[in-house]
């Protein structure tokens, strides 16, 4: 027991010998395992270095201990093949022999930062076409649905469209009508302040007029409407992935984009403008509000010069943006609904894709109504 506690506390030693004119000898000793490679990280460097030169003879007979660890380390540094010349003790070689046997797996290629960074460019080009393409062929299908419907007038989902209509626009008036009420608020005092100091506080019915009534109003119904209304449909066609529904419904030759796309799409293109109009009388409401407490500016004065200062065609400009806000909305919340795997991840993953998306391009909406329209409902 003492001889084998001395051998295995042996720490593993390399000696070299360049005979003249002879071979060169590559001596193993000592007691090679993990515990003492661990501890000699130069050693292994030594190893791999030797063993390059094909040429050396290798002598392992005064090892004592040898464990699969260190047999592997060693196998490695010869590259997976034995030495030309060698000297080990049978059970030595045996330990070799098992990892000969093994196909051991390749380290994976070093990758280059551009390699990477190319590589991430190319599967997010590859992911958005791929959205571009299933985009593209559901408004395809809906142009057909359309058709269909406007020479079958009886096959119009009405039931499924008032549902949606209730569901995304009544149940949403409470919260559409307290963030417009509170964002005229603030709105109006921070312009209250700076108009303060130039003694134009009557230009307050200006800002407010033009900011809620073209950009704001239609804005905030459509982000409430993305995040309440947008993530509730996706997570419907979701379950009703998981749940098999869809397969049901494809079984009984029922169409997906005629009972689930075409009235999610219809209702939002007609609730939005609706809602448009009930948040700015609510945001309004909420600066004339502001306003009377701050600036001493009435409500009766509001009414009257709100007309004059807000030409009637941002109002429509805000209508039209609001029913294309819908469209966006619910194509997109359908189109995120229909990539729903039959898991409880892709589901709140792809909801969350959904919310994101739909606010995304809400945005990008407003921004090309801005720039196409920046000359028209502007007093000169």
């Not at 292994?44 to 040898?66: F, P």
């Not at 930062?113 to 559901?138: E, K, P, R, Y």
């Not at 098999?244 to 494809?250: K, N, P, Q």
Request: proline share 5%; hydrophobic share 55%.
């Amino acid at each position: 027991m003492a001889d084998n506690a001395t051998d295995f506390q042996a720490a593993p030693q390399l000696e070299t010998v360049q005979q003249a004119d002879g071979p060169f000898f590559a001596k193993l000793s000592g007691s090679w395992h993990v515990c003492g490679l661990s501890a000699t990280p130069k050693l292994q460097a030594q190893l791999k270095r030797y063993a390059e030169n094909a040429a050396t003879h290798w002598d392992l007979s005064a090892v004592t201990v040898l464990d699969s660890a260190a047999a592997l380390i060693i196998w490695q540094a010869w590259g997976g093949q034995w030495p030309a010349e060698m000297q080990i003790k049978p059970e030595h070689r045996l330990l070799l022999q098992r990892w000969q046997d093994q196909v051991l797996p390749n380290p994976p290629p070093k990758t280059k930062l551009w390699d990477t960074v190319w590589q991430g460019i190319t599967d997010n080009v590859g992911s958005v076409a791929d959205h571009l393409v299933s985009l593209l062929i559901m408004q395809g299908q809906l142009l057909l649905d359309a058709a269909y419907l406007l020479s079958h007038p009886k096959a119009i989902p009405w039931a499924e469209i008032s549902i949606i209509i209730y569901d995304a626009g009544v149940r949403a008036l409470g919260i559409t009508a307290l963030v417009g009420f509170l964002i005229g608020i603030v709105l109006s005092y921070l312009s209250a302040l700076q108009l303060k100091m130039f003694g134009a506080e009557v230009f307050i019915i200006n800002i407010l007029g033009m900011s809620i009534i073209r950009e704001l109003g239609p804005l905030l119904a459509a982000i409430l409407v993305a995040g309440r209304s947008g993530s509730a449909m996706t997570a419907q066609i979701g379950i009703m992935r998981v749940t098999e529904e869809l397969d049901a419904l494809s079984a009984m030759g029922i169409a997906h984009s005629m009972r689930l796309v075409l009235p999610k799409i219809v209702a939002l293109s007609v609730v939005m403008p609706l809602l448009n109009e009930w948040t700015n009388a609510a945001a309004l409401l909420g600066g004339m509000v502001s306003a009377l407490l701050t600036l001493d500016i009435g409500m009766g004065q509001f009414f009257m010069k709100l007309p004059e200062v807000v030409p009637l065609v941002n109002v429509f400009i805000g209508l039209a943006k609001s029913a294309v806000f819908g469209l966006a909305i619910a194509l997109l919340a359908c189109h995120f609904g229909f990539r729903i795997k039959p898991n409880t991840e892709s589901l709140g993953i792809e909801t969350t894709n959904s919310v994101v998306a739909s606010i995304t391009a809400v945005i990008i909406i407003d921004a090309v109504f801005a720039i196409l329209l920046m000359n028209v409902g502007v007093p000169q």
